[in-house]
């Protein structure tokens, strides 16, 4: 059996996997990254119905790890206004990024599919000497020593079922989604619980260009987005919605699905066309009730699965990939061990707190549009329009809405000069 030595080792070479091996390319630390499915590295002539609304923050991450080029020069969409509004009442907010006061930055965030954020990170994953990528490769066994675990993987595909490989690593990275294989090894406990909302994602035509802008209906019952796509008349819509209804929806003719779809967006851009398959996805919170251990770290998924109401599950991911290699080059530079869990420990609080606030944001803004309690109603409404016409509270939502407010790691602050790098 081939055995190989590595300082990182990352299961999962989805998006969050790969931004943390990005952001440590170039380093003196030698990373692995086992992936299970080799990704497809052509870009379809029909949008992918998984999309990311990503904030300014990841725009800066992705940039400084050099994935954003190829991400620029494909399919995405800048988006440079968000609406949100609640149906049937006068509660309404706008946001628009050239309001913003200190603004150096021209839009909120910007739509990309996610096999092409993917794509991109892969490509600049390959170019870097100190980064070998395993795939498609299963894990099969892991095996903790006191300075380094164990490994072994096993070809996920008919050419590859027969091969086998070890690998010694000082730490291993659980980036390997929701229902994390290393997480489960490890016996790191989860809290969960089911939101009762499943998501219907697919692309829409609308009669009415999207203008850049990016937008959401709180129904009693739902949250539906309209995200802009590169294409003027072109949406991504995320529908979070009862269960039974998303089945039906999607199981529904496009006729009646194109006409509940339009009356439930309140026909804000005329009558809605759908264009691909409509996919539905469950919707459950998760939480691991710790995010590291002696020689283990978890990000993105493997460590937090949020509603996504406010499209912020892969942005806190790539704050913890962002922040885990900041905090690993650091101690690696002052000599100690990266994978000792009291080296860890400081990662470990940074981002449970931060997810932890996530969590209960997203939590108390599900609630407090859920249902139709018509007090509940007036005091949200009220809120909603107060929010929209104080300037200063304004300025703090859009903050948010970029990502650009709490203890952000540096890579994804701003886009640094080479020199900062
Ligand atoms: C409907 C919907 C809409 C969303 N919209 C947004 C949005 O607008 N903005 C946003 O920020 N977030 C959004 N999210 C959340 C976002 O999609 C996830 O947070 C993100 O995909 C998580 O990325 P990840 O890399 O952590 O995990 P994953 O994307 O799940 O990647 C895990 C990778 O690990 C690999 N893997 C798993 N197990 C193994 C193993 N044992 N061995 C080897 N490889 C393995 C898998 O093949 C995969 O490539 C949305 C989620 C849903 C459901």
């Known amino acids: 059996m081939n055995i190989q030595s590595f300082d990182v080792t990352i299961i999962g070479g989805g998006m969050v996997g790969l931004a943390l091996a990005n952001a440590l390319a170039d380093s003196e630390l030698k990373v692995a990254v086992i992936e299970g499915k080799t990704p497809s590295m052509t870009i379809a002539q029909e949008h992918e119905i998984r999309v990311s609304a990503l904030s300014a923050a990841s725009k800066n991450l992705l940039t400084n790890i050099g994935a954003w080029d190829y991400i620029a020069q494909n399919r995405h969409q800048p988006y440079s206004k968000m609406s949100v509004w609640e149906k049937d009442s006068f509660g309404k907010i706008a946001f628009d990024a050239a309001s913003l006061k200190s603004n150096e930055q021209a839009s909120l965030g910007a739509i990309v599919e996610n096999s092409i954020i993917q794509q991109a990170l892969w490509l600049a994953a390959e170019k870097a000497d100190n980064i070998t990528l395993f795939h498609p490769y299963h894990c099969q066994s892991i095996a903790m020593g006191e300075r380094e675990t164990w490994l072994t993987l096993v070809g996920a595909n008919d050419d590859t079922k027969h091969l086998t490989q070890q690998l010694t690593s000082k ?16 016996e790191i406990g989860l809290t ?11 692309t829409i035509e609308t009669d009415m260009p999207h203008d850049n802008t990016a937008r959401q209906i709180f129904s009693p019952d739902s949250i539906l987005a309209f995200l802009p796509l590169n294409e003027p008349n072109l949406c991504s819509i995320v529908w979070s919605q009862l269960p039974d209804d998303a089945q039906e929806l999607q199981a529904c003719d496009e006729i009646e699905f194109n006409r509940r779809l339009t009356a439930a967006f309140d026909n804000r851009l005329g009558y809605c066309q759908v264009k691909s398959a409509r996919g539905v996805f469950p919707l459950t919170m998760r939480y691991a009730q710790s995010f590291a251990k002696e020689r283990i770290a978890l990000i993105g998924d493997a460590a937090h699965t ?7 599950g892969v942005n806190l991911g790539f704050l913890d990939a962002a922040a885990l290699a900041q905090e690993l080059l650091a101690n690696h530079a002052a000599g100690k061990d990266i994978g000792a869990y009291k080296n860890l420990r400081h990662f470990e609080r940074w981002r449970k707190s931060d997810a932890m606030q996530m969590i209960a944001g997203m939590e108390g803004f599900k609630q407090l549009f859920a249902g139709d309690n018509p007090l509940k109603k007036l005091v ?15 300025e703090v939502f859009i903050k948010h809405a970029m990502g650009l407010t709490g203890n952000l790691p540096q890579l994804s602050k701003s886009v640094l000069s080479k020199a900062d790098s």
């Open 192 to 202: 969960s619980w089911d939101y009762s909302h499943h998501a219907l994602v697919a």
């Open 306 to 312: 949020i509603h996504p109401l406010a499209g912020l």
């Open 380 to 394: 949200r409404d009220i809120g909603l329009v107060a929010v929209d016409k104080i300037t200063p509270a304004k």
């Open 171 to 186: 730490l291993i990275v659980g980036a390997d989604g929701a229902n994390s294989w290393l997480r489960k090894q490890a």
